[in-house]
């Protein structure tokens, strides 16, 4: 989403970093650049404006001309204002109160109430382990109600048994006693929405609030709205009162203004941000975090809770000791390509890597392909189980029927088969190499290790990561290790060959031409 604002940052950053000294006027027309850059992205005016004075006057005063590198100050300083308009500290969903704690969910028709109120009730079950309880109040909205019952059976919740011809009013009450009565700690009710704003809606929300006296209320607004998300933002917060803000299609290719503009103007914290159409697509929103990464300084942190969330412990100690006795065949191939996949693939964790950004051209060229995860997984999944666990009885024949079977080219075959022997050669050097396993793959037998997360963000600021590894300078032989890989005390076992060690050819990342 913020691709194109954090573009036109660092294009701004690179020419001042550039310089020894900086005169009034490089910052003065920097700004202007930045201005520029903010209003294009859609954030509200007068957040901008309230943006660059709070920068120029740090800016302009002591702290650049006695700072040993203006330039970098300069970006600090924008840094600091940028995690400061975004809220300086991310908040989550607020249980603090007797149950059964009621979420209200409020916004505009088409903004994605009903799949977010699924998505934070399957987390808060999930991960929170509450139980929880969703209903729904849009009674206007033709088989709204079946959707949330339909969402709630695919994730495993429950939801208040629908009875044709109840106003929201009667619902919200009888989803209150429900809960009271069937021990739930949390109630998600998923109330109407309207193509705009309008006085009936208002006022159906106040008699929704004074029935259920819901604790958190959250507006859940589309990130692709631009400016008028300030107004819909305020226009509720008048009305309804709301306690925070929900935002989605955060993995859409708008500008991002509205994230940028919504908590500057209400005072409401945004606590949530939807990254895609999954029920697990939900992340907490961290304002430092999100501020990393359009300035392009990567978000190390995040990559390390993704990782610690999809990688499966238990598989990695197994894995981890099949290694050591230098096994790795096939079935250990796909369970690390499906790791890989649930990380975002390649593309996804580049995006979190500090200084990446800036190496958008190279990426581009060493055709990172994230479909290509699929296509391997499917190869390995047309073969036999004899076949995966040993490789060697793949003769022509035998590649002929897997091409067909996964739907590619016998080349193709081949490729992953030569992926694998370079992967299990490997395997097999560092099994011999006393704790050199446990150092290239992080820790593996146990995981994830504990990795400090304000450790981790003090490494990534001072140019370093974790492991006493320099940024990566350009990127080494069509990708093949990222100069030094992913930290090494992140523990990623599903990733051989971001472990540090230069492997030619990693999943989907051929040096040559894709078919």
């Known amino acids: 989403m913020f691709e194109s604002l954090s573009d036109r940052l660092s294009g701004i950053f690179d020419k001042l970093t550039g310089r020894g000294a900086l005169s009034e006027n490089d910052v003065n027309e920097a700004l202007r650049e930045i201005r520029r850059a903010l209003i294009e992205a859609d954030v509200a005016l007068p957040i901008v404006r309230s943006f660059t004075d709070k920068v120029r006057n740090r800016a302009v005063g002591a702290e650049v001309v006695k700072s040993i590198t203006p330039g970098q100050m300069v970006v600090k300083i924008v840094h600091d204002q940028l995690v400061e308009m975004l809220g300086t500290e991310g908040q989550p969903i607020d249980l603090n109160a007797p149950a059964p704690v009621a979420i209200m969910m409020v916004g505009l028709q088409g903004s994605g109430k009903t799949t977010t109120t699924a998505k934070i009730a399957r987390r808060l079950t999930q991960r929170d382990k509450r139980k929880v ?3 729904s109040l849009d009674t206007r909205r033709p088989a709204a109600q079946e959707q949330l019952k339909i969402l709630g059976e695919q994730n495993d919740i429950d939801t208040l048994p629908i009875i044709e011809g109840q106003g929201p009013v009667e619902i919200a009450k009888r989803a209150m006693s429900a809960a009271k009565l069937g021990g739930y700690d949390v109630v ?7 193509i705009h704003i309008d006085e009936p809606l208002m006022v159906e929300m106040a008699e929704v609030k004074a029935a259920s006296q819901p604790h958190e209320i959250l507006l859940v607004a589309d990130s692709l ?10 226009s509720f917060d008048e009305r309804v009162g709301i306690t925070g803000i929900a935002l989605t299609r955060m993995d859409g290719d708008g500008r991002g203004g509205a994230a ?7 005072g409401k914290p945004v606590k949530l941000i939807g990254t895609g159409e999954k029920s697990d697509a939900l992340e907490d929103f961290h304002p430092k975090r999100i501020a990393d990464r359009i300035l392009g300084m990567g978000d190390i942190v995040s990559l390390v809770e993704k990782a610690a969330e999809a990688i499966d412990a238990e598989q990695a100690a197994k894995m981890a000791k099949k290694m050591q006795k230098g096994h790795f065949d096939l079935e250990d191939l796909a369970e690390q390509l499906k790791q890989m996949e649930k990380l975002g693939g390649m593309s996804g964790m580049m995006g979190m890597l500090p200084g990446i950004g800036k190496m958008k051209k190279q990426i581009d060229a060493a055709n990172i392909d994230d479909k290509m995860f699929k296509r391997q997984i499917a190869i390995i999944q047309s073969m036999t189980p004899a076949e995966r666990s040993k490789p060697d009885l793949l003769k022509a024949s035998r590649k002929k029927r897997i091409a067909a079977g996964s739907g590619v080219q016998v080349a193709e075959v081949n490729k992953l088969l030569k992926m694998h022997r370079q992967m299990a050669d490997m395997m097999k050097k560092m099994g011999k ?3 050199m396993l446990g150092k290239l793959m992080g820790g ?12 981790l963000e003090e490494m990534a600021k001072s140019g370093q990561l974790p492991g006493g590894m320099e940024l990566p300078k350009g990127l080494p032989g069509g990708l093949g290790g990222l100069g030094g890989g992913l930290p090494s005390g992140m523990g990623m076992p599903g990733l051989p060959g971001l472990g540090g060690s230069k492997i030619p050819g990693l999943p989907g990342m051929g040096k040559g031409k894709k078919k």
């Open 444 to 455: 593996l037998g146990g995981g994830m290790p504990d990795v400090d997360p304000k450790q």
């Open 133 to 135: 309880l969703m209903a």
């Open 188 to 194: 998600m009710l998923d109330t109407a929405g309207r």
């Open 433 to 435: 190499g006393k704790g």
């Open 260 to 266: 940028l503009s919504m908590q500057a103007v209400t």
């Open 225 to 234: 709205t631009g400016q008028d998300a300030v107004n819909l933002a305020q």
